[in-house]
């Protein structure tokens, strides 16, 4: 979190320019902070008069099954619900389990109630949000995807769903931002002495690790903890599978981060609870762990990237680059192929600095590539890491396939980044604000659901 503009606060500035699918998917209120604990503002159960050996007589949720809802007068269509579920289908590659989308089809009907209440609400203080900048906004969307808007509405229409389910999304965005805006922050205070003090604590944590950190986090009680654990276990296979940890963190967690696909941003092992602290010190980057128990319930922990505190990182370092490159003719072995790569690797070794490529090259009729601007961390992680082991002039060994043909990297420059400073007093303090605005507005969506009208159909 610290260290960093919240993940809450890219959320709400980038959402309407992200895919398509994280649109579709988007909750709002997110929070940059961990929150595998549950919210304060969270309404106590201890007073209900629940037993614990529960029978439950006739079908479970017979309503919500049907996936239609009335919600103080406006209509929630199944068709509203298969446009929205198709999209997370999807964005899963379109591997989903049926009793998966049983599961999906209950967590849209709740998003999209939150988001009817969101759109109600802000029409009750007068907020109006016009069509026109609806449309801006879904253009933008559209021109994400490279198509414009009306080669993005036959997209959607292929994928079982449509521009209303998209523009339905953003008019609920923006009005609630906007209601959040006018009703919350001005009564947002954050003191300078807080901004100094996390300001001391960043700058003592310069050169320890910190993590980027997903998590997804599902409530979880004495009495349903065998049925939340098998949950959690079924989100982690479909996602190993290939499936969208966003995705699934989106529709699935319970955190406030859901909104921005679970991303905590970066974190530092001391801003985690213990358990995911513990975890989160073993795991290597692209790692998924859970269930790990939490107070509260479980939550799943996946490291999106790692680095030092305050310090530069190598894979943010420029890299100039000579690629040479051979294809292999059609219907060649593997076995050809390895002995023609050793060949390759053999007169490569000849290349004394990048001055000598082009000449080895043409020797080897070998195709020669110059780039100037390459990250070290936008290259495949075997390559990041020969790459930063070489010095200026020398070349990795081959690799490609049969397919693509072999290729070298030659490295003929290297502009280190330079080490990342402090966030500023004034971004912290924003940050700092964005939390406690997104805090008021669970307390502010919760109290909206408690009021409302809902009947099931």
Avoid: H
């Amino acid at each position: 979190m610290i260290g960093s503009v919240s993940a809450a606060r890219r959320s709400r500035s980038s959402a309407l320019r992200n895919s398509v699918l994280a649109v579709a998917l988007l909750s709002i209120g997110a929070s940059s902070f961990a929150q595998s604990v549950p919210d304060e503002d969270r309404a106590p159960s201890a007073t209900l008069d629940i037993p614990k050996d529960v029978t439950i007589f006739g079908k479970s949720d017979p309503n919500v099954r049907k996936a239609t809802a009335v919600i103080n007068g406006a209509i929630i269509t199944g068709t509203d619900i298969d446009q929205r579920l198709a999209l997370i289908i999807t964005a899963n590659g379109g591997k989903v389990a049926e009793d998966e989308k049983e599961r999906l089809r209950v967590q849209v009907l709740r998003n999209l109630i939150d988001e009817t209440l969101q759109i109600q609400e802000a029409a009750a203080n007068d907020i109006k949000i016009d069509r026109a900048e609806v449309q801006q906004s879904y253009e933008r969307v559209a021109a994400n995807f490279k198509r414009s808007p009306q080669e993005f509405d036959a997209y959607l229409r292929e994928q079982g769903s449509s521009s209303n389910s998209i523009k339905r999304q953003i008019e609920g965005e923006l009005a609630w931002n906007r209601l959040l805006r006018r009703n919350v922050q001005p009564f947002v205070n954050v003191g300078e002495d807080e901004v100094k003090s996390v300001i001391d604590r960043l700058n003592a944590a310069k050169g320890t690790d910190e993590f980027r950190i997903g998590e997804i986090y599902l409530s979880a009680t004495p009495e349903n903890a065998a049925q939340i654990t098998e949950n959690a276990r079924n989100i982690i296979e479909q996602i190993r599978k290939g499936g969208s940890f966003a995705a699934y963190a989106r529709q699935f967690s319970e955190a406030s981060t859901a909104a921005v696909g679970g991303d905590l941003g970066w974190v530092r092992p001391a801003q985690l609870p213990d358990e995911l602290a513990t975890a989160a010190a073993e795991m290597q980057v692209g790692q998924i762990a859970g269930p790990i128990a939490v107070p509260g319930g479980m939550s799943l922990l996946y490291v999106m990237d790692k680095r030092k505190v305050l310090t530069a990182d190598p894979r943010d370092a420029l890299l100039s680059l000579k690629q040479l490159s051979i294809a292999f003719p059609k219907g060649i072995t593997k076995e050809q192929a390895s002995a023609k790569a050793a060949e390759f690797a053999q007169a490569t070794k000849a290349v004394q600095g990048c001055g000598a490529a082009n000449t080895v090259g043409a020797k080897l009729g070998a195709d020669v590539v110059d780039n100037d601007n390459v990250k070290v961390r936008d290259l495949p992680p075997q390559l990041q890491e020969m790459l930063l082991g070489l010095q200026i002039g020398q070349s990795t060994p081959p690799f490609g396939s049969v397919d693509e043909g072999v290729r070298v990297l030659v490295l003929c420059g290297r502009d280190d980044a330079a080490g990342e400073g402090a966030p500023s007093y004034d971004q912290i303090m924003a940050q700092m604000e964005e939390e406690r605005v997104n805090k008021r507005a669970r307390i502010y969506l919760r109290d909206l659901r408690r009021d409302a009208v809902i009947d099931y159909n």
